[in-house]
Nanobody, 122 residues
């Protein structure tokens, strides 16, 4: 089955930058849309960004547009989230997810990673 593993989280100052990574295994990478959610303490998990299976289209929640960039490397089976101009409101656990694109052979529901902590504080 699909497995996802996040890395790259840590503590950064407001205005700083951080890149988190998610490695994919257990399936055909190009058959899946991959993206990121995040969850702050005491709050619901919220969508952050998505990179579609063909790497040509992306989607972001309004609060991160212009600051975050999602990308994927098909050779490394990895999706990245580059986070710039970080704010305290960006603090939370960042989770990678994978959805079958519907255009390949993959079937089933959404897969999740275990998450990586991002803390933005001075």
């Amino acid at each position: 089955q699909v497995q996802l593993e996040e890395s790259g989280g840590g503590l950064v100052q407001p205005g700083g930058s951080l890149r988190v990574s998610c490695t994919f295994s257990g399936g055909t990478f190009s058959d899946y849309d991959l993206g990121w959610f995040r969850q702050a303490p005491g709050k619901e998990r919220e969508f952050v960004a998505l990179a579609y299976y063909d790497s040509a289209r992306t989607q972001y929640t309004d609060s991160v547009k212009g600051r975050f960039t999602i990308s994927r490397d098909n050779g490394k089976n990895t999706v990245y989230l580059q986070m710039n101009t970080l704010k305290p409101k960006d603090t939370g656990i960042y989770y990678c997810y994978a959805d079958p694109s519907g255009f390949g052979n993959a079937v089933g529901g959404r897969s999740w990673g275990q998450g990586t902590q991002v803390t933005v504080s001075s």
